[in-house]
T-cell receptor, first 117, second 114 residues
Framework: EAGVTQFPSHSVIEKGQTVTLRCDPISGHDNLYWYRRVMGKEIKFLLHFVKESKQDESGMPNNRFLAERTGGTYSTLKVQPAELEDSGVYFC???????????????FGPGTRLTVL | AQSVTQPDIHITVSEGASLELRCNYSYGATPYLFWYVQSPGQGLQLLLKYFSGDTLVQGIKGFEAEFKRSQSSFNLRKPSVHWSDAAEYFCAVGARSNDYKLSFGAGTTVTVRA
């Protein structure tokens, strides 16, 4: 079974440009999470999808960030326009939903390292 | 609000020596606690988790962690470190009420010397 994949692995862009990050969750996983780690800081939650719906986007830093999950499969995270402080590693994780809300593991992708110059 | 503190940014340990990584959490109820490891070029891998019950939990790769409610701690240990344990380790807390979104500590980088 394939794990969570993220594309690209590394992106270098100029300030003011647009970048789109993609996450492909494990097949059948309804829950998809985005996290971000700014250099030297902790990994922080950005948002959570259940299927195609945004369940919680309380961690999104501002309206330059737009996340979508059309059809409830893969997700994209667009940053437009990118600023210097957006540099960091963006992680995606997926989790299979369980009836009754019991826990099961979040599986993480390798991350996308974004550098804004 | 939930939060996690990992006091040690970097630890160097000799191969074969024991390792302990510290983690303190803040959460209003009984938390779900996790330790993840990230090796270079890899995603975060779950080492172990604690929900309830026995406060000493065993994980993969020979790691264990102990939940101490009175100290709000969940320290990770390994009796004998292997060179392949060199990585970055993250403590995290989650809750069912938050759909298990995780709050992470800043991470501890472990260097293993021969």
């Amino acid at each position: 079974e394939a794990g969570v994949t993220q594309f690209p692995s590394h992106s270098v862009i100029e300030k003011g440009q647009t970048v789109t990050l993609r996450c492909d969750p494990i097949s059948g996983h309804d829950n998809l999470y985005w996290y971000r780690r700014v250099m030297g800081k902790e990994i922080k939650f950005l948002l959570h999808f259940v299927k195609e719906s945004k369940q919680d986007e309380s961690g999104m830093p501002n309206n330059r960030f737009l996340a979508e999950r059309t059809g409830g499969t893969y997700s994209t995270l667009k940053v437009q326009p990118a600023e210097l402080e957006d540099s960091g590693v963006y992680f995606c994780a997926s989790r299979k939903g369980v009836a009754g809300g019991s826990y099961n593991e979040q599986f993480f992708g390798p991350g996308t390292r974004l550098t804004v110059l | 609000a939930q939060s996690v503190t990992q006091p040690d940014i970097h630890i160097t340990v000799s191969e074969g020596a024991s390792l302990e990584l510290r983690c303190n959490y803040s959460y209003g109820a009984t938390p779900y606690l996790f330790w993840y490891v990230q090796s270079p070029g890899q995603g975060l891998q779950l080492l172990l988790k604690y929900f309830s019950g026995d406060t000493l939990v065993q994980g993969i790769k020979g790691f264990e962690a102990e939940f101490k409610r009175s100290q709000s701690s969940f320290n990770l240990r390994k009796p004998s470190v292997h060179w392949s344990d060199a990585a970055e380790y993250f403590c995290a807390v989650g809750a069912r009420s938050n759909d298990y979104k995780l709050s992470f500590g800043a991470g501890t980088t472990v260097t293993v010397r021969a």
